[in-house]
T-cell receptor, first 117, second 111 residues
């Protein structure tokens, strides 16, 4: 149980295009979903936290107009990288949690590798 | 901003050797987690420690939470090539569920 999927797993796009990444909780309802970015040989950096039906909370330094997050249902959150540039190339990972407290485990997706040419 | 420092950043050892990875912060954790991540995949949770002084074992892996809940360690006994990967500690502060990740320790175990 507690499986989180991401789609696509790998995407290559041209500079200036927008890319949408989906994060789904397959067998549980996710009250909260998190989006992380991981550059090569580095750790995970939290980009934003989203709760179902409300606006996402972005971490300092993350442009909310560039990284659009939609958490429209309890099983789906999407991250859209608008007008992508080569510096946006990274490994994007989502996680989903059943609650909002420290006792609620985060379940991580397999990640989406974005390459912007 | 809470910072989690992991050391060492890189570790290359021979099969059969023991190793310890450290995770330190100046802030108190409400709980701390250790993850292992393989290239091109998401992190996989290994353990969660909650109580100061707590020790948990997972086969050849031993996790310890400091008494003051500001630090943790991961000890691997008789490392095997299958242990190769990126080990990440992540802390939860106060009552929220936002994880702060350490910088990671990249482990390579040579046969």
């Amino acid at each position: 149980g507690a499986v989180v999927s991401q789609h696509p797993s790998w995407v290559i796009c041209k500079s200036g295009t927008s890319v949408k990444i989906e994060c789904r909780s397959l067998d549980f309802q996710a009250t909260t979903m998190f989006w992380y970015r991981q550059f090569p040989k580095q750790s995970l950096m939290l980009m934003a936290t989203s709760n179902e039906g409300s606006k996402a909370t972005y971490e300092q330094g993350v442009e909310k107009d560039k990284f659009l997050i939609n958490h429209a249902s309890l099983t789906l959150s999407t991250l859209t990288v608008t007008s992508a540039h080569p510096e946006d190339s990274s490994f994007y990972i989502c996680s989903a949690s059943t609650g909002t407290t420290s006792t609620d485990t985060q379940y991580f997706g397999p990640g989406t590798r974005l390459t912007v040419l | 901003t809470q910072l989690l420092e992991q050391s060492p950043q890189f570790l290359s050892i021979q099969e059969g050797e023991n190793l310890t990875v450290y995770c330190n912060s100046s802030s108190v954790f409400s709980s701390l987690q250790w993850y292992r991540q393989e290239p091109g995949e998401g992190p996989v949770l290994l353990v969660t420690v909650v109580t100061g002084g707590e020790v948990k074992k997972l086969k050849r892996l031993t996790f310890q939470f400091g008494d003051a809940r500001k630090d943790s360690s991961l000890h691997i006994t008789a490392a095997q090539p299958g242990d190769t990967g990126l080990y990440l500690c992540a802390g939860l502060y106060n009552a929220g569920n936002m994880l702060t990740f350490g910088g990671g320790t990249r482990l390579m175990v040579k046969p």
